[in-house]
């Protein structure tokens, strides 16, 4: 089973950008539909963002306007730019299929502190 490797997090000030990386082997990638995952302490999983086969996005109401998910197929790669973090973004990012078939890696933590 596809295991992705996230990376990218870090800590950094209310405001602040980071970019997230997730690459996943398997010779498939172009024909998922992909999207970031994130879990706060004592919150559930939750889906942030998704991305299409063809490209089309969508966005949970609380990161619109300020995340960003692309993908480079070539790469096996998806993205997620986010500008203008909150404190309230802090948490372990994840990224899986919509109909998460890939195993859940480790994740990348983002913590948004002042």
């Known amino acids: 089973q596809v295991q992705p490797v996230e990376s990218g997090g870090g800590s950094v000030q209310p405001g602040g950008s980071l970019r997230l990386s997730c690459a996943a082997a398997?010779?498939?990638?172009?024909?998922?539909?992909m999207g970031w995952y994130r879990q706060a302490p004592g919150h559930q999983r939750e889906l942030v963002a998704s991305i299409g086969r063809g490209g089309s996005t969508n966005y949970v109401d609380s990161v619109k306007g300020r995340f960003t998910i692309s993908r480079d197929n070539a790469k096996n790669t998806v993205y997620l730019q986010m500008n203008s973090l909150k404190p309230e973004d802090t948490a372990v990012y994840h990224c899986?299929?919509?109909?998460?078939?890939?195993?859940w890696g480790q994740g990348t933590q983002v913590t948004v502190s002042s």
């Open positions: 398997g010779r498939y990638f172009s024909l998922k539909e």
């Open positions: 899986n299929t919509l109909i998460k078939d890939y195993s």
